[in-house]
């Protein structure tokens, strides 16, 4: 308060007419304060700490932003990982039964990408595209054929750029509603009854803790490469030590494996996918929040300084205003 009512006297005293021929120090003085036209405008000096405080105003609703984004990935991760968990023993038995035949060397490959439909999410989609794009180099060939079903924006977004033409099937916001092995079933069925395949490549990341997440790959073989692989002593021979009844042959049991193992490898790679994209989120948001702290305490360093030294410049004015007026 004693300091603005001294700055104000400071002007009162420089601005006043009462001097109408004033010395050349006065008036050197008075010049240092009104500025011409052609100069900049009355209060220029606190043009920089006006910035400075609308860019740390910027980072502060930035940090909440943050912050808010955290805790609602942190609460719908709760919800999700248990489901996720429990979603596992579904397709494990068939892994045991059928086995998982990843080299597998046929001429019809679907890679199916799951991927998210949101971003700021850390490389998790990012992670998914080149397995997807790695494996797509290795299956494609002069007699092979290999195509794409992406499921998720950002995948979708990300393939389409050099894939265009590769691409069989996108689907998109899968998880604007809680996933469910209903919605996930219908989906599936889709799937088979649109493309043609010997072997389905199932590409999502498994879930493994909030900041960690392993990219995994299940293969699904049709039938008849199924078949195939059991004549040549695969895993798929052990069906033969069960009894089938009902009077189905070997051929309709493994259709009706291969649809159901799909079904149940979609529905975990989705929760999954779906888990480790809110721990990513999390992690992500997390170090933005912390990000916009260090920057907001950078802002405040410079912007204390910035006024102190304006502080300091109108104190140096109105002494030299007040011993020119003296003199």
Known sequence: MAMAALRREGRRLLLSPTFPNPSPAVAAARSSVVSPPEMAP??????????????????????KITKAMKMVAASKLRA??????????LWQPFTALLGDAPSVDVKKNVIVTITSDKG???????TSVKVSRALHKLTSGPEKESKYVVL???????????????????????????????????????????????ALRVIFNKFQSVISFKPTMVTILSPEVAEKESEAGGKVGDLDSYEIEGGETKAEILQNLAEFQFSCVLYNGSLEN?????????????????????????LTLTYNRTRQASITTELIEIISGASALEG
């Open 42 to 63: 009355l209060g220029a000096r606190s043009i920089s700490t006006q910035v400075v405080r609308n860019r740390m105003k910027s980072v502060k609703n930035i940090q």
């Open 80 to 89: 999700v990982q248990t489901r996720t968990e429990n979603s596992r023993g």
């Open 120 to 126: 700021l999410c850390g490389g998790i989609n990012s």
């Open 152 to 198: 998720g924006e950002k995948g979708k977004v990300q393939l389409v750029r050099d894939s265009r033409n590769s691409i069989e099937m996108t689907v998109s916001e899968l998880q604007k509603n809680p996933i469910n092995y209903t919605q996930i079933a219908v989906l599936a069925d889709d799937i088979l009854k649109n493309v043609e395949y010997d």
């Open 274 to 298: 779906a888990c480790s994209e809110l721990g990513a989120r999390m992690s992500a948001m997390d170090s933005s929040s912390r990000n916009a702290g260090d920057m907001l305490d950078r």
